[in-house]
């Protein structure tokens, strides 16, 4: 069982691409990051001033993927 809370610690500080997926595996959502750590997390923060957009987006992440590049440009 993917659990975000734990996997959210094992981001790196580097560079790279997130997947983020759906309770059956689905993509639904590619990002880049100069750090992942604090990219990644600001999707679980919960911020009250996410839009509805960000909001819907995320009750629909169950787990998520990473790639650590050199760069993200």
Same mark, same amino acid.
């Given at each position: 069982?993917?659990?975000? $809370? #734990?996997?959210?610690?094992?981001?790196? #500080?580097?560079?790279?691409? *997130?997947?983020? $997926?759906?309770?059956?595996?689905? @993509? @639904? *959502?590619?990002?880049?990051?100069? @750090?992942?750590?604090?990219?990644?997390?600001?999707?679980f923060n919960g911020n009250p001033k996410? &839009?509805? $957009?960000?909001? &819907?987006?995320? =009750? *629909?992440?169950? =787990?998520?993927? *990473?790639?650590? &590049?050199?760069?993200?440009?």
């Open positions: 069982m993917f659990d975000i $809370k #734990e996997e959210l610690k094992k981001l790196p #500080e580097k560079p790279g691409v *997130y997947l983020m $997926k759906d309770d059956k595996g689905n @993509i @639904i *959502y590619i990002g880049k990051a100069t @750090i992942l750590k604090n990219r990644v997390r600001q999707y996410k &839009t509805l $957009k960000e909001k &819907t987006l995320v =009750s *629909y992440i169950k =787990s998520f993927e *990473y790639i650590v &590049t050199d760069t993200v440009n």
